[in-house]
């Protein structure tokens, strides 16, 4: 394997060195942090009035966290550290859980994140030979504009395509050769199931690596993913108070996400006690940014469920490798009093092969009872009319749920391309329970 390094010697800077610039960049970010209203006063609660107060690394834990709802609380403009004339940008989260928070950015903020981008897609193997076609949302959303500002930097030629028009995203690629693209891996599945039906030949694009992410996907999806595409799948990690993608991507190991450590300080926290959990077991990724101004944010409880993998990582890179994302603390599906991550289906169903390449999981009461259905399309290789081996199918995928994470659902099958795809963030969940209470 051969490795490309963007910035090498950051990425491959030694422990001790990152840890020393991650001290300097912690300082820097307490003393914009307490130019914010939000942090002038929760700073101040928790004794720490200047950057002095900090000493070392292990002084992190003097300051509190900050949640999602904090962040709602300061809208607009509590979490503004510069005067309102220094900012060039502002971008807000997609609000997968609620209203939106606002981050803002200066021009050494945004040429920073363009920094981490440039990292990531280099990291891959990309270069300006490339040309790369950024099929996610532009606007509000971080993806559209941080992948594409990333591309151009790596010199790509890049088309900004953005989201959804699947018939003119193939028409792009076969036009101008499109080598990589970045989408939600159920985008790129989509994408795929499209172009057999419409008949486009593999052959007639010149693909070869997509960057799937802003959505929790598994294992068996990237390899669907790739095999169904002949392409190379990598996982990018990002989220918007966190700048958006560029914060942990996979190198060509494609084995954990690099967390960039010069640009955040990561923590793996135990949920409900917060103390941190042994390495290597799962918890809630916290994330303090190093690089960001305008609006710093500390210890962020990120609400997104991981582990760090303890060992180096072959590439050479120093920095610590994320697992990827398993879901959310607040995804967490309770069906008859079992915790169920909706990851933990997909994991399933997208493990059997006849299975297409989209599905729904609806929740409603029976009764007292919650009862889960499981819809998926079926793959091409299943005809509609025939019902036997239908019903054998279905039965499988109940059976192989019930035995693998102890649901029993009804599963329902659908013809390819049938059920409700969205342009942003898969919707993958129908909780219709609360209604019947
Ligand atoms: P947003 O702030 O709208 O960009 O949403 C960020 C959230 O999307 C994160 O906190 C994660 O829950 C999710 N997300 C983004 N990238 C991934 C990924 N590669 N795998 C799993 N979840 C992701
Ligand atoms: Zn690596």
Redesign the pocket.
Same mark, same amino acid.
């Given at each position: 394997m051969t490795y490309q390094y963007w910035n090498p010697k950051m990425e491959t800077l030694p422990r001790p060195d990152l840890e020393a610039w991650q001290l300097r960049q912690l300082k820097n970010m307490v003393t914009y942090a307490l130019r914010t209203p939000f942090y002038k006063k929760r700073l101040t609660e928790a004794g720490i009035k200047s950057e002095d107060a900090i000493k070392s690394l292990k002084d992190l834990n003097r300051i509190p966290f900050t949640t999602k709802h904090d962040l709602r609380d300061g809208f607009p403009y509590g979490f503004l550290s510069i005067p309102r004339e220094e900012v060039i940008r502002l971008h807000a989260?997609?609000g997968?859980t609620g209203t939106p928070t606002t981050i803002y950015f200066n021009k050494e903020d945004i040429s920073r994140w363009t920094g981490f981008v440039a990292r990531c897609i280099y990291g891959t193997g990309c270069d300006k030979t490339d040309v790369f076609q950024n099929m996610i949302t532009y606007g509000l959303?971080?993806?559209g504009l941080g992948f594409h500002a990333g591309g151009e930097e790596v010199g790509m030629l890049v088309i900004p395509s953005g989201a959804g028009n699947t018939t003119r995203q193939f028409r792009l690629m076969q036009d101008f050769g499109t080598t990589v693209v970045h989408a939600t891996p159920s985008f790129l599945l989509h994408v795929e199931a499209k172009m057999r039906e419409e008949g486009v030949s593999r052959e007639s694009i010149k693909l070869r690596k997509a960057f799937a992410?802003?959505?929790?996907?598994s294992e068996d999806t990237r390899r669907r993913i790739e095999e169904l595409l002949h392409i190379d799948v990598y996982?990018?990690?990002?989220?918007?108070?966190m700048n958006?993608p560029g914060v942990a991507f996979e190198c060509p190991n494609k084995n954990g996400l690099h967390i960039w450590e010069d640009g955040y300080i990561a923590e793996i926290v135990n949920p409900d006690t917060l103390e941190p959990v042994p390495e290597g077991e799962t918890g809630e990724l916290v994330l303090t940014i190093l690089c960001r101004e305008a609006t710093p944010i500390l210890r962020y409880r990120? %609400?997104?469920l991981s582990a760090f993998y303890p060992e180096p990582c072959s590439c050479g890179r120093t920095h610590r490798r994320l697992h %990827?994302?398993t879901g959310?603390t607040d995804d967490m599906l309770i069906i008859n009093g079992v915790n169920l991550f909706p990851s933990q289906i997909e994991e399933v169903i997208m493990s059997i092969k006849e299975v297409g390449n989209n599905y729904l999981i609806v929740i409603e009461k029976e009764g007292v009872l919650d009862r889960i259905t499981v819809k998926t399309e079926v793959g091409p290789t299943i005809f509609m009319d025939d019902a036997r081996p239908l019903n054998a199918l279905k039965e499988r995928i109940r059976k192989t749920l019930q035995a693998s994470i102890t649901i029993n659902p009804r599963v329902e099958l659908h013809e390819s391309g049938s059920l409700p795809i969205s342009e942003g963030?898969a919707k993958r969940v129908q909780d219709n329970r609360s209604q019947d209470i």
């Amino acid at each position: 394997m051969t490795y490309q390094y963007w910035n090498p010697k950051m990425e491959t800077l030694p422990r001790p060195d990152l840890e020393a610039w991650q001290l300097r960049q912690l300082k820097n970010m307490v003393t914009y942090a307490l130019r914010t209203p939000f942090y002038k006063k929760r700073l101040t609660e928790a004794g720490i009035k200047s950057e002095d107060a900090i000493k070392s690394l292990k002084d992190l834990n003097r300051i509190p966290f900050t949640t999602k709802h904090d962040l709602r609380d300061g809208f607009p403009y509590g979490f503004l550290s510069i005067p309102r004339e220094e900012v060039i940008r502002l971008h807000a989260s997609s609000g997968t859980t609620g209203t939106p928070t606002t981050i803002y950015f200066n021009k050494e903020d945004i040429s920073r994140w363009t920094g981490f981008v440039a990292r990531c897609i280099y990291g891959t193997g990309c270069d300006k030979t490339d040309v790369f076609q950024n099929m996610i949302t532009y606007g509000l959303f971080t993806g559209g504009l941080g992948f594409h500002a990333g591309g151009e930097e790596v010199g790509m030629l890049v088309i900004p395509s953005g989201a959804g028009n699947t018939t003119r995203q193939f028409r792009l690629m076969q036009d101008f050769g499109t080598t990589v693209v970045h989408a939600t891996p159920s985008f790129l599945l989509h994408v795929e199931a499209k172009m057999r039906e419409e008949g486009v030949s593999r052959e007639s694009i010149k693909l070869r690596k997509a960057f799937a992410g802003a959505e929790p996907y598994s294992e068996d999806t990237r390899r669907r993913i790739e095999e169904l595409l002949h392409i190379d799948v990598y996982n990018s990690y990002g989220l918007s108070e966190m700048n958006g993608p560029g914060v942990a991507f996979e190198c060509p190991n494609k084995n954990g996400l690099h967390i960039w450590e010069d640009g955040y300080i990561a923590e793996i926290v135990n949920p409900d006690t917060l103390e941190p959990v042994p390495e290597g077991e799962t918890g809630e990724l916290v994330l303090t940014i190093l690089c960001r101004e305008a609006t710093p944010i500390l210890r962020y409880r990120t %609400r997104d469920l991981s582990a760090f993998y303890p060992e180096p990582c072959s590439c050479g890179r120093t920095h610590r490798r994320l697992h %990827r994302i398993t879901g959310r603390t607040d995804d967490m599906l309770i069906i008859n009093g079992v915790n169920l991550f909706p990851s933990q289906i997909e994991e399933v169903i997208m493990s059997i092969k006849e299975v297409g390449n989209n599905y729904l999981i609806v929740i409603e009461k029976e009764g007292v009872l919650d009862r889960i259905t499981v819809k998926t399309e079926v793959g091409p290789t299943i005809f509609m009319d025939d019902a036997r081996p239908l019903n054998a199918l279905k039965e499988r995928i109940r059976k192989t749920l019930q035995a693998s994470i102890t649901i029993n659902p009804r599963v329902e099958l659908h013809e390819s391309g049938s059920l409700p795809i969205s342009e942003g963030k898969a919707k993958r969940v129908q909780d219709n329970r609360s209604q019947d209470i």
